[in-house]
């Protein structure tokens, strides 16, 4: 008899997911524990195997096609000839299309269904991209012209004055280039602008890329976390000339540990001192969230989105136990192996950009977490040492913090701690 086969639930936070690839095809036979399909979950990509044996008889949802948790995927029957015609697939029907496009009205007008009957009111704003300008003419010529048309006096101009005729559009009869055309030619010097291509697509156009599931998850959890959380900012700079050497003299006993594990280090010393920084804040009813156990979230980027390992218990291990553990971790997350015990939770956030070398940024809290450490990356500069300026580096660091739960006050006493422990690296290799 046919049985349906539904699309399963392969997270603790999935609602949807997008088929990637389907191992089977239309008529296989399917054995129990057969990889049938991979699946993009709101944190990987994951392949599922068949729980029953049987045929497939008919994909419904194809390789790029999203659903819902328990909505219908595929039909599979017990023989290979069973028929299927007039079989209804069980589980969550997909809704219309009519339904589907009402909702999308009410996603952009109203609120989340959890922020409702709250103090006042918000709709979120409709932002859409305007249409390619129809009626554009480019100011260029392109870089296979084979003939120019100009003037005899345009040309006679140009050889005078060193001016590329094929580097200015004319504007006389049949675009005829006129001496008064000149004045936007370029020169025929060594050193002069290369010519153009001519473009072929309308300014303004654009083609529009479709949510995966991490993606919709991290930008609805952001845009919540942005707009409903009051963020206060503190900012440091950190003098990181000894714990660039220190750094150094490790690697020269074949000791490595990057300048994000001291990091994350000094971060789990500050909070055993700021404990009131190790909280959250639960919106459901509105309570603040003491974290008993410092348990730190590191930010990666994995292909798709973002995800948060934590290091549990970080203020309990030395520098080399938390550089190895966040190595390990950050290899599973971007192979999409992380069980959901190893990036559920956390009770504070260290987002380090360093490695790209930007100077400074703002990072939005991961709720229900009240505060993110960002870090940005290590700069030569002069410095004033005794009166002297001499070569240094520096290190800025920027807490945002929910302002809820952590005043002013506290968030800089934390910020200053942590700097206390990166300008003074020798008491976290302990």
Not at 315 to 323: M, R
Not at 332 to 359: C, H, I, P, Q, W
């Amino acid at each position: 008899m046919p049985f349906t086969l539904t699309m399963p639930k392969l997270s603790p936070t999935m609602e949807e997911g997008m088929i990637v690839k389907w191992h089977k095809k239309e008529g296989d036979r399917v054995n129990a524990n057969d990889v049938l399909l991979e699946v993009a979950t709101d944190k990987a990509t994951v392949e599922h195997g068949a729980l029953d044996e049987g045929w497939l008889r008919k994909i419904i949802v194809k390789e790029g096609g999203e659903a819902k948790v328990n909505q219908p995927i595929a039909i599979f029957t017990a023989e290979q000839n069973e028929s299927i015609e007039g079989y209804k697939p069980e589980g969550l029907q997909p809704e219309t299309k009519a339904v589907q496009e009402e909702s999308k009205v009410e996603e952009k007008t109203d609120v989340p269904a959890e922020t409702k009957g709250g103090v006042g009111s918000i709709r979120q704003p409709s932002f859409v991209p305007e249409p390619p300008l129809e009626h554009y003419e480019f100011e260029g010529v392109t870089e296979n012209s084979k003939r120019v048309l100009s003037s005899p006096l345009a040309r006679k101009l140009a050889k005078e004055r060193g001016l590329d005729l094929t580097t200015v559009k004319g504007t006389g009869p049949n675009q005829r280039i006129m001496s008064r055309d000149l004045e936007r030619a370029q020169s025929t010097g060594v050193v002069a602008f290369g010519r153009r291509v001519q473009p072929t697509k309308k300014p303004g156009s654009y083609h529009e890329e479709s949510l995966t599931p991490m993606r919709k998850v991290i930008a609805q959890r952001l845009q919540d976390a942005k707009t409903f959380i009051p963020h206060i900012y503190v900012e440091q700079t950190v003098n990181a000339m000894l714990l660039d050497q220190t750094r150094d003299q490790l690697r020269n006993v074949d000791v490595k540990v990057s300048f994000n594990d001291f990091v994350v280090k000094a971060c789990a010393l500050a909070l055993v001192e700021h404990p009131n920084v190790n909280s959250g804040f639960n919106s459901a009813n509105q309570t603040i969230i003491r974290f008993d156990t410092i348990d730190i979230s590191i930010a990666v980027s994995v292909s798709g989105g973002l995800i948060t390992p934590i290091v549990r218990h970080a203020n309990y291990k030395n520098l080399g136990e938390i550089s190895l553990e966040i190595r390990q971790l950050a290899r599973r997350a971007k192979d999409g192996k992380l069980d959901a015990s190893e990036y559920k939770g956390g009770s504070f956030t260290v987002s380090n950009l360093g490695m790209y070398g930007v100077t400074a940024f703002k990072a939005i809290i991961n709720p229900p977490q009240a505060a993110i450490l960002a870090v940005s990356g290590i700069q030569n500069v002069p410095v004033v040492q005794n009166g002297v300026v001499v070569p240094g580096k520096i290190m800025n660091i920027c807490l945002s913090a929910d302002h809820r739960v952590v005043d002013g006050v506290a968030a800089a006493e934390f910020v200053k701690t942590v700097q206390k422990y990166l300008e003074n690296p020798a008491s976290l290799l302990f």
